[in-house]
């Protein structure tokens, strides 16, 4: 109970993939826009990186290992991810059509999202059994719900700010987001 704990905290506040890591930061910036697409950026996101989790944990595990081809793993998992976010990205044109407009070409760059990679290969260190694996997953893309909405909101109130012409758009959105990783960087002292 204490170590899903202290993955929860650490995943999604101390170790926050995007304000602490610095990965997934194109659709972290791109898509933070209007909250709803935020939102449903960091669901889509959430569900491939628990998800991955669970396969290529299992495919190194259980493949990889066992043939020694741990050597191929990053292949391996950027294929495995791809399949994911077809699949993701199916069920969202499926269901939530505006959605899937809304997110555009950033839906089906999740495939190359250095965040899925990087809390894969993560797992398949640091993890001994498949059910961590997959609440580490899901905390991971929790914490990166949290940081890309919380973004999306603060641009929101810029666009009913004055801003200084130089600073409008993109320029005070990297400095929303820096202000936001010093603040996460706070949480480092609690774990």
Do not use: W
């Amino acid at each position: 109970m204490n170590t899903f704990f202290t993955i929860l905290i650490g995943a999604i506040l101390v170790n926050n993939i995007v304000l602490t890591q610095f990965l997934g930061i194109c659709p972290f910036i791109g898509v933070s826009k209007k909250v709803q697409s935020a939102l449903g950026m960091g669901i889509a996101v959430t569900f491939v990186i628990a998800l991955s989790c669970v396969a290529t944990y299992m495919v190194y595990n259980y493949v990889l290992i066992p043939l020694n081809l741990v050597y191929l793993k990053t292949i391996v998992f950027i294929f495995i991810i791809a399949g994911l976010v077809q699949i993701t990205e199916i069920l969202i044109k499926h269901f939530a059509p505006k959605l899937f407009n809304a997110l555009g070409i950033y839906l089906p760059l999740i495939t190359t999202n250095c965040t899925v990679l990087g809390t894969a290969l993560t797992v398949t260190s640091q993890f001994t059994n498949i059910f961590t694996a997959f609440f580490y997953g899901l905390c991971t893309g929790l914490g990166f719900t949290l940081a890309i909405v919380l973004l999306a909101g603060i641009r929101i109130k810029f666009d009913m700010a004055y801003i200084p012409k130089p600073f409008r758009g993109l320029p005070i959105a990297l400095i929303a987001a820096a202000i936001m990783s010093m603040a996460f960087g706070a949480f480092t002292s609690i774990i």
